[in-house]
């Protein structure tokens, strides 16, 4: 009986001895600091080495030994525009190595501001698309953790994040909507407490993963964010074909099988953030304050099926602790907490809804966000706390992972201070702080980045003072960045979640009126006017100051975001004496921009139409 088995032992004895396959498809792809190298998946590797040279010499060296198939070669240590060589070799479950791939090379150069910009979204992006569950697309609720736990509000920052990378032409349409309906079809059969979705499910069979001892029912703050990409999602994807249709349909059932009036709990003024069938309200959390849940009661208001009455936002949302009078380094915050609280506060409700051009009784909320981040720059600028590396470049203060606790909320408060920036803060802030914003993606990657950049973008977070750099990336900081840079870049997804028919009837319904100048309150009308008004593109214009002198005064022009269209002049001191002239671009198109005049004591703003 040994005689058969013999044979077949020593075959498997040499099977297990050869080695794995040369891997396939090596590229390598060059930014300003780093170059990505990828490969395609071998069957049954263990493991691959992924060797290195330079420009002028055949010398290959280890670079890296890992499990994944891409790294990232952080170079611009070395110099400037370097040119590298790769190889890729795999190895096999008994630890023989195959031979190495052919060579590919690639070479750094220095990167103007939208392709800074590609890179960021396209990396950061890679957290929805790679990283995604396999079974349901969800997004993993973050990089190392439980790999089946899987979050609602993040994959609806996910889905958002999907759009972009189909319009950017990263994915194909097909490709982006099969993962969507993919979504969709898992969240048709997952969990769900009278339409709501729980924060955490597994994302294998759907089933509510609690997200604390009384938390493992419905969670209605996640599920508007996931409603609000789902939402962005359903007018996207406006073909008349029977995927495009048949997902439309899905999506629309999930969204009006939301009972966004159950959670009023028993009828009240207020909607609760949460319910479980086994602990009922215990949670008790009312709705009321600003933070991060405005989208709620939007999306409650324009549900077709479940709606809550317009009154809600006044008896539930803006009732207590919401108007906050106090302005910080001189930019008033208009409600909210001390300082604006973390920065997220400024992000989540507004990946889809757009709050330009509109306002409610408190405030136009661009103009809030704006301020919101203008005020954690400053307050990084003057540092009151002595933090290491704190500055004009270098400032975001949100909840994120953190060296001490664990996760913790940062902010102004200086309890609430301990050093930690995440990333995430003042990249989704891009569309109220286009120019600070980028300082700050600047100074992570190229002063940062060698600790900082990863596979998927910038890690969550990182604190100086303790010399520590997170490890992790956060479904909830990896959307935002993505989702915010481009509505900064293009307007795509709040133009999307805006053409949803239930949204304006919603927003009038809860007191929003047109706000067509967004950022009335910094026109200084008293002291500085501009003639001709209209003007035309390429037509000169001048310029007269009423006030005392301003010495040294820098004078740029703007959109109506904020985002500098031209520099007029770095220093130059203005009298009540004289006029000055400049000439507006010729490219300029028609539309309302702001001459700005930035001087030691602040700033000034005159609108300026052109036609």
């Not at 096999?92 to 052919?102: K, N, R």
């Not at 309890?415 to 100074?443: C, F, H, Q, R, V």
């Not at 750099?469 to 935002?480: E, M, R, T």
Request: hydrophobic share 35%.
């Amino acid at each position: 009986m040994l005689k058969p088995i013999l044979p077949i032992l020593i075959c498997w004895a040499s099977i297990s001895l050869l080695p794995a396959q040369v891997p396939q498809g090596v590229l390598a792809n060059a930014f300003e600091c780093h170059i990505d190298v990828q490969w395609s998946t071998v069957p049954n590797a263990n493991g691959y080495k992924v060797y290195r040279s330079d420009a002028f010499n055949n010398t290959y060296t280890l670079l890296k030994q890992t499990t994944s198939t891409t790294i990232t070669d952080w170079i611009c240590d070395e110099g400037p525009a370097l040119t590298r060589n790769y190889k890729v070799s795999s190895i096999s479950s008994s630890g023989v190595e195959s031979a190495t791939s052919e060579m590919v090379s690639a070479t750094t150069a220095p990167m103007g501001d939208s392709a800074l910009l590609d890179m960021v979204q396209r990396a950061t992006f890679r957290y929805f698309w790679d990283f995604g569950h396999p079974t349901s697309g969800m997004a993993r609720e973050r990089s190392n953790g439980n790999n089946n736990t899987v979050t609602t509000g993040g994959t609806g920052f996910g889905v958002m994040s999907i759009l972009v990378a189909c319009e950017r032409g990263w994915i194909t349409r097909t490709e982006a909507l099969n993962r969507v309906v993919q979504i969709a079809s898992f969240l048709q059969f997952a969990d769900r407490f009278h339409g709501v979705f729980p924060h955490w499910m597994h994302g294998g069979t759907g089933k509510v993963q609690p997200f604390s001892q009384y938390d493992n029912g419905g969670d209605l703050v996640e599920t508007a964010f996931l409603m609000q990409g789902l939402l962005t999602a359903r007018a996207y994807f406006d073909q008349n074909t029977p995927l495009e249709n048949g997902l439309r349909s899905i999506l629309t059932s999930l969204w009006e099988e939301v009972e966004w009036d159950w959670y009023r709990k028993n009828n009240s003024p207020v909607l609760y953030w949460h319910w479980s069938p086994n602990y009922g309200w215990q949670m008790n959390f009312p709705l009321r304050g600003f933070y991060e849940a405005q989208i709620v009661y939007i999306l409650a208001v324009a549900s077709p099926t479940h709606p809550v009455p317009g009154s809600l936002y006044q008896s539930g949302w803006t009732s207590s602790n919401y108007a906050n009078f106090s302005s910080y380094y001189g930019y008033p915050i208009y409600c909210g907490p001390y300082g604006g609280g973390p920065m997220f506060f400024a992000h989540y409700s507004y990946l889809g809804f757009d709050p330009r051009n509109i306002k409610d009784a408190y405030c136009n909320y661009f103009v809030r966000n704006r301020n919101h981040a203008l005020i954690q720059q400053r307050y990084s600028i003057l540092n009151p706390e002595n933090h290491q590396g704190y500055s004009a470049a270098c400032w975001g203060l949100t909840s994120s992972d953190d060296p001490i606790s664990g996760y913790a909320a940062h902010d102004l408060f200086p309890s609430n201070d301990n050093g930690t920036i995440a990333p995430t803060a003042a990249l989704a802030s891009m569309p109220y702080t286009p120019n600070e914003s980028m300082e700050a993606l600047k100074y992570f990657y190229r002063t940062q980045g060698a600790k900082l950049w990863g596979s998927y973008g910038f890690y969550d977070a990182f604190n100086l003072d303790q010399n520590w750099v997170a490890s992790s990336y956060l479904a909830i900081d990896q959307g935002p960045i993505v989702d915010m840079i481009e509505n900064y870049r293009t307007g795509l997804l709040w133009r999307y979640f805006m053409q949803n028919p239930e949204i304006q009837p919603a927003l009038t319904a809860v007191g929003f009126k047109p706000d067509l100048i967004a950022a009335q309150e910094l026109e200084s009308t008293e002291l500085l006017s501009v003639f001709p008004v209209p003007a035309s593109a390429g037509s000169i214009l001048t310029i007269n100051w009423q006030g005392d002198k301003l010495e040294p005064c820098q004078a740029s022009i703007a959109d109506m975001t904020g985002r500098t269209i031209q520099r007029v002049w770095k220093d130059k001191n203005l009298t009540s004496t004289q006029n000055v002239e400049i000439q507006l671009p010729l490219g300029l198109s028609a539309g309302v921009y702001y001459l700005v005049l930035t001087h030691k004591t602040g700033k000034n703003y005159k609108k300026i139409i052109v036609l």
